[in-house]
Structures are given as structure tokens and as C-alpha cells.
């Protein structure tokens, strides 16, 4: 099974207040795992990516944060949200074959 | 760095019609996605390719890698594949180069 778990699907949360999404896949050990945002009127864009445990790449600078504390667990955290993190997040894992994607979460910051 | 252009950005048409959705890459590259999303945001995988043609029930991809352009089709549309449709390309570097995006063509069938 190549299934990606994300959730939750959507999430409404105050200025301020901390995030943590979680992404566990299924399958091939040792995936690459991707964390994409989708702000309003844009393109998916990638956030984080990760080839294994403990290793995490930031493609743009940001309020968030990455982990992958477990091979088959990427999670996408934030102290303190601003109103700009709004968007869909997608979770992505990615081997020479293709990508499996999540089916997202939708986040609106208030 | 790739750049993915979609077009058209819009689309409305009546049920039943022959929809085309482009997509050109300015790279060479691995594989190209097409991916669905439908209004609750869920993406949906419907396929890959690295050459030629595929088909899945009503719905044929098609990938020239010399003119670095893909076509996404639906024949006889529904309401029910009203959605954004988006174009997503493999770079030939690896997974760890992950996937450019385009922004996606919102199409609407009315009934």
C-alpha cells in the first residue's frame, strides 16, 4: 500500500495560537516526504522536504517548521500562527516510481 | 528551476462536451502528475506519465516530452468533474528535487 494519512481535512485556529499537522505514510521504508503549501490564487509550493529521520530541507523561509521523528511520520509545526499561513497543506511522498499524495488539510487562520 | 504553465486558467462548458486542459514545462523532466481537487480541497492522484497516452475511464492523458507539453481530456463531462485540475512535473534529479506545480485550470460543467 502506497496510502498517505493527513489530518485533519480542515482546521480553523486563531492568530497566535500553535500548529502541528501530522502525515504518516504507508509503504517503502525510507520515503522522500514533502510538506506543500497552496495560499489563495497560487500554485502548490514546497515547504519542507525530507529523505530521512531527523533530516529536513526548507525550500523558503517561513513561520513553520518540520519534523520526521519517526521514518514514516512528517509533521509541520508553528509557535505562534499568523494570519498569512492560511492556505492548504499537502502532504506529499515521493520515490523514483511517482508520488502519493494526502488529501490535505485546509487552513484558515482567524 | 521548472516552470509548469496550465491553460486555460478557467473553464466553463455544458455537460457533455470534450474538455482539453494543457499543460507546458519548460525543463526536461522524469514524469508529470495530473491531479484533481475538488472544492473541500482533496487531491486526487489520476495519473502519471513519462511518455505517450493513458486512459481512465472518461478521463486520457497525453505527454509529448519533445514539445514539453501535456494534455489532460474528459470526454462526455459531468457536473460531477467539476474541480481544479492541476499539472505537476518531476524534475530528473530525484525525489529530493519533489514536484513544481501549476496553479491549476478551474472548470466548471454545467448541467
Known amino acids: 500500500s502506497q496510502t498517505i494519512h493527513q489530518w485533519p481535512a480542515t482546521l480553523v485556529q486563531p492568530v497566535g495560537s500553535p500548529l502541528s499537522l501530522e502525515c504518516t505514510v504507508e509503504g517503502t521504508s525510507n520515503p522522500n516526504l514533502y510538506w506543500y503549501r497552496q495560499a489563495a490564487g497560487r500554485g502548490l509550493q514546497l515547504l519542507f522536504y525530507?529523505?530521512?529521520?531527523?533530516?529536513i530541507s526548507s525550500e523558503v523561509p517561513q513561520n513553520l517548521s518540520a519534523s520526521r521523528p519517526q521514518d514514516r511520520q512528517f509533521i509541520l509545526s508553528s509557535k505562534k500562527l499568523l494570519l498569512s499561513d492560511s492556505g492548504f497543506y499537502l502532504c506529499?511522498?515521493?520515490?523514483?516510481?511517482?508520488?502519493?499524495f494526502g488529501s490535505g488539510t485546509r487552513l484558515t487562520v482567524v | 528551476k521548472n516552470e509548469v504553465e496550465q491553460s486555460p486558467q478557467n473553464l466553463t462548458a455544458q455537460e457533455g462536451e470534450f474538455i482539453t486542459i494543457n499543460c507546458s514545462y519548460s525543463v526536461g523532466i522524469s514524469a508529470l502528475h495530473w491531479l484533481q481537487q475538488h472544492p473541500g480541497g482533496g487531491i486526487v492522484s489520476l495519473f502519471m506519465l513519462s511518455s505517450g497516452k493513458k486512459k481512465h475511464g472518461r478521463l486520457i492523458a497525453t505527454i509529448n516530452i519533445q514539445e514539453k507539453h501535456s494534455s489532460l481530456h474528459i470526454t462526455a463531462s459531468h457536473p460531477r468533474d467539476s474541480a481544479v485540475y492541476i499539472c505537476?512535473?518531476?524534475?530528473?534529479?530525484?525525489?529530493?528535487?519533489?514536484?513544481?506545480f501549476g496553479k491549476g485550470t478551474h472548470l466548471i460543467i454545467q448541467p
Open positions: 525530507s529523505v530521512g529521520i531527523g533530516q
Open positions: 505537476a512535473v518531476m524534475g530528473r534529479g530525484g525525489g529530493a528535487d519533489g514536484l513544481t
Open positions: 506529499a511522498k515521493g520515490q523514483i516510481y511517482g508520488y502519493t
